[in-house]
């Protein structure tokens, strides 16, 4: 593990990652508290944003105070549990634009297959947010990286809920430049690519199709 891998276990996120564990918590409840936490790991996911001083009039005297120098941000949600990360990020950087990455993770094979990736025109000038709940084998993560850089971005952060040690490593070996940023490290996969102890298919429990 390297300075590039940034766990938030803030005790709001831990209360509230710990409900969405619980096999018992709904879909409703499920998808208000995944918007929440990415919400609140913002926060850390944009601590080095760049900013410039400017000059502003309180309603007692001007001072110099700083503002985001406006750097151009895209997030782009793995599909399908990736979108329900992206609502949250959205309050807080609402001028965000948004790509899509479309891949499954074939249930024998276990790795990813593409179907569908639309970024926004000028992604490569943008740092790109790339957002997924579980960090399992990392094939998934890994592809969509790999995609995104085929179109020339080179600023790019993962944001994941939960991650595998055998995900981290995978995204370090293959993406040593990228910043990993997750609410929770669990134990191991199970011998069909679960995270244990996990929260089990993030996107069955978000969309409620099993
Ligand atoms: C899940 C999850 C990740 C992927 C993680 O998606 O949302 O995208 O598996 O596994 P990996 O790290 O081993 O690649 P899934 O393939 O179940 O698709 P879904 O989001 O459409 O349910
Ligand atoms: N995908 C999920 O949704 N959950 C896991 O534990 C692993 C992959």
Request: glycine share 8%; charged share 25%; net charge negative.
């Amino acid at each position: 593990m390297t300075e590039k891998v940034h766990i938030l276990n803030h005790p709001l996120i831990q209360h509230k990652l710990s409900i969405m564990r619980d096999k018992n918590t709904g879909t409703k409840e499920f998808r208000e508290l995944l918007d929440e936490i990415s919400m609140l790991m913002v926060y850390e996911v944009t601590r080095d944003l760049p900013t410039e001083e400017v000059e502003v009039e309180t309603p007692l005297a001007l001072m110099k105070t700083r503002m985001l120098t406006g750097m151009p941000i895209g997030v782009v949600p793995i599909l399908r549990a990736g979108l329900g990360m992206v609502d949250g990020i959205m309050q807080l950087i609402p001028n965000a634009k948004v790509g899509h990455i479309g891949l499954y993770r074939d249930p024998d094979s276990l790795q990813p297959v593409e179907y569908y990736c639309k970024l926004p025109a000028d992604s490569e000038q943008r740092l790109l947010v790339v957002l997924d709940p579980m960090l399992a084998t990392g094939g998934s993560a890994s592809a969509a990286i790999t995609f995104i850089k085929q179109r020339g971005s080179t600023n790019i952060k993962l944001v994941n809920l939960i991650a595998a040690p055998e995900g981290i490593e995978r995204i370090q070996r293959d993406h040593p430049d990228v910043d990993i940023y997750v609410a929770a490290m669990d134990e191991r996969l199970n011998e069909h690519g679960y995270i244990l102890p996990g929260l089990g298919d993030a996107g069955d429990r978000l969309y409620g199709t099993k």
